[in-house]
């Protein structure tokens, strides 16, 4: 069967600013001193099971020309341009009524767009093993990464008996406090929630039109008029009647033949500034350090410069991000709440800097 991917790369990455801002996020970025910007990396290991030509990419009618000049080899009609934000559920919704125009049926792999993977064989053989599961009937396929230690950012899967190379989902829950995250490695039952996805688009059409009609149908008005004349009045008028829902709540914590393959091949999410020090390598000190920067004296410091020169004297545990018009320095024991410098931002009608 034909495998087609679908990269969802709509957000925003605030928690990267602000490096990321509303013209450039987080995923058309780079954060490894490779140069590769995170969609890049996402397409390039994909292309050992998926043809280019089968790639799509999902993404706000703003970044059209980022997706163009980043990805060249991805053809123009597969980037398919939300006119507003509207969670996963549409996203796939919309993206899968399409495909389904060129495919009677096909394997859809769902992937993030701005995560980062340390061992990509690894990572291609558990697709493959996806696949294979999501041939199956209507199974829905989610891959969860095996935790090693008690994360309390993620959300989690809740496996049960094994089938073949795969395990039925008893439940999804959500981010859990300390004490519970411990309570679920300890009980080797429990995955973190990637938000990867593998099906046949005729699975998770099925499931979308058993469990929100409506979003269904807006989606087959949109696959229909993709193609003619018609099709950007018709999007903008189904798409922006969806109501906002993620595809965790609206499907997976819902639907029957929900499985998962448990994962560990390096994975990252790369949710905020603390991940750069992870994906990088670092000095004798725990500093990691890109730009014109001296340091004295600074241990566990991450600092991102730009055109000046930055020095770091004495710093314990701080990230310093420069831009042309913006610094941020922050704890990494707050790197979170990164989000409430841009909604002070907003308050002030700043959204220059937004």
């Not at 969609?39 to 980022?66: G, M, W």
């Not at 209507?138 to 950012?153: A, H, M, Q, S």
Request: charged share 25%; with cysteine.
């Amino acid at each position: 069967m034909k495998i087609t991917a679908v990269i969802m790369a709509g957000g925003r990455g605030e928690r990267f600013w602000p490096k990321s801002r509303n013209a450039s996020p987080k995923q058309f970025l780079s954060l490894t001193k490779d140069g590769e910007t995170m969609i890049q990396k996402t397409v390039k290991r994909l292309l050992p099971i998926v043809e280019a030509e089968d790639i799509y990419i999902v993404t706000n009618a703003a970044y059209k020309e980022l997706v163009f000049n980043q990805l060249p080899a991805v053809p123009k009609e597969n980037v398919l341009l939300e006119p507003c934000a509207r969670n996963t559920a549409p996203c796939i919704a919309f993206a899968a009524a399409v495909i389904s125009r060129k495919y009677d049926d096909a394997i859809m792999l769902v992937l993030p767009s701005d995560h980062l993977i340390g061992y990509e064989d690894i990572y291609i053989n558990t697709l493959k093993k996806a696949v294979k599961a999501a041939e199956k009937g209507k199974r829905l396929v989610t891959i969860g990464i095996t935790p090693e230690y008690p994360e309390t950012g993620y959300g989690y899967i809740n496996f049960g008996e094994e089938k073949g190379d795969v395990y039925a989902v008893e439940r999804f829950v959500e981010k859990p406090d300390l004490p519970t995250a411990k309570e679920y490695l300890a009980s080797g039952r429990y995955l973190w929630n990637s938000g990867m996805f593998v099906w046949k688009i005729s699975s998770v059409m099925y499931n979308i039109k058993e469990f929100m009609p409506d979003i269904y149908e807006g989606a087959m008005r949109i696959g229909k008029a993709f193609g003619t004349d018609g099709f950007e009045d018709t999007l903008v008028k189904e798409f922006t009647a969806f109501r906002s829902e993620s595809i965790d709540f609206g499907i997976m914590e819902k639907a029957s033949h929900i499985y998962t393959i448990p994962g560990s091949f390096g994975w990252d999410d790369v949710g905020s500034w603390l991940a750069v020090e992870r994906i990088n390598e670092t000095d004798d000190d725990n500093n990691f350090i890109d730009g014109d920067i001296i340091t004295v004296d600074a241990k566990r410091t991450t600092v991102c410069g730009g055109k000046r020169l930055i020095a770091a004297v004495g710093t314990r545990d701080i990230i310093i991000v420069d831009t042309d018009d913006v610094l941020l320095v922050c704890s990494k024991n707050n790197t979170q709440d990164v989000k409430k410098v841009i909604a002070q931002l907003r308050e002030q009608n700043r959204n220059e800097l937004v």
